[in-house]
């Protein structure tokens, strides 16, 4: 496997921050741990500073390489902690196999979100098939925007990696040069005013967004851009997750309202 980007720059909790365009990812809703060799417990799976294939450390130096600080939020979600960031990332809830007491999305914490979005913020929500993800909590979050993750899983890759193929149409807000994309074990989205569908295949919708208030949210029902789906040996150069990475970063800056960048 091909060596995997260090991002060279520091990783600081949302709030220490002044005068910064900053991404806060969620640690707090994914807080999961394993031993690692010295048999301590460490934090890992979807997380900026992880340079393994489970971590997002390829995606965090995209942000900083556009002058956008990637920080985390390893508490609740309250409105200071999401005062101090432009985008928020939340990926892969816990659920009950992954974490002994899973922090789960409550009304409350859905309520603070959303007031936050609908003020500027742009929301990033990824999560993972049922079996590997809190979707029924998290839905109180999707829901408010029109977007409900199911249970229905599209893409189970076992072997054969062109099952995880999707393909972007032709002419796309998005994705305007990557069109062949890998994403596995999907929940598939329904849709409601005001969200609307990004990208569908054989029927099912893959990922859908929505504007509410002055803000932007973003849903694929996967982890998708970690690490291991860019530098996969396994994944032949058909594949664009590399570049739709780079162009989906680039959306999201993008979508932070104007009087709001700092």
Same mark, same amino acid.
């Given at each position: %496997? ?15 921050? @002044? ?26 799976? =979807? ?37 101090? @960031? ?7 809830? !816990? ?38 993800? !809190? ?6 979050l999707a829901n408010k925007f029109g977007i409900h993750f199911t249970d229905k899983v599209r893409n189970s890759v076992i072997k054969d990696i062109s099952v995880g193929k999707i393909m972007v149409p032709a002419q796309h807000n998005i994705f305007k040069t990557a069109k062949t994309l890998y994403l596995k074990g999907i929940s598939t989205i329904e849709v409601q005013s005001p969200?609307? %569908? ?9 990922? @859908? ?16 851009? =970690? ?36």
């Amino acid at each position: %496997m091909r060596k995997l980007l260090i991002a060279s720059f520091c990783f600081l909790t949302v709030g220490t921050i @002044a005068q910064q365009r900053t991404v806060a990812l969620d640690y707090f809703f994914n807080n999961e741990y394993k031993k690692n060799t010295n048999g301590t417990l460490e934090r890992f799976h =979807y997380i900026w500073e992880d340079t393994s294939i489970n971590g997002y450390s390829i995606w965090a130096k995209h942000f900083a390489d556009r002058n956008i600080l990637p920080t985390q939020i390893t508490t609740a979600p309250t409105n200071k902690s999401l005062k101090a @960031a432009d985008i928020f990332i939340i990926s892969d809830p !816990d659920n009950a196999k992954e974490a002994t007491n899973p922090n789960y999305m409550t009304a409350d914490y859905a309520e603070i979100i959303s007031n936050w979005v609908k003020k500027g913020g742009v929301l990033v929500m990824l999560t993972n098939d049922s079996a590997n993800a !809190d979707l029924s909590h998290f839905n109180l979050l999707a829901n408010k925007f029109g977007i409900h993750f199911t249970d229905k899983v599209r893409n189970s890759v076992i072997k054969d990696i062109s099952v995880g193929k999707i393909m972007v149409p032709a002419q796309h807000n998005i994705f305007k040069t990557a069109k062949t994309l890998y994403l596995k074990g999907i929940s598939t989205i329904e849709v409601q005013s005001p969200a609307k %569908m990004e990208v569908a295949d054989k029927g099912d919708i893959i990922m @859908a967004s929505a504007k509410y208030g002055k803000g932007t949210v973003f849903a694929i029902g996967d982890p998708w851009i =970690y690490n291991e789906y860019i530098v996969n040996f396994r994944l032949n150069d058909t594949f664009q997750n590399g570049i739709a990475s780079v162009e989906f970063t680039e959306w999201l800056i993008a979508q932070i309202p104007a009087k709001s960048k700092k």
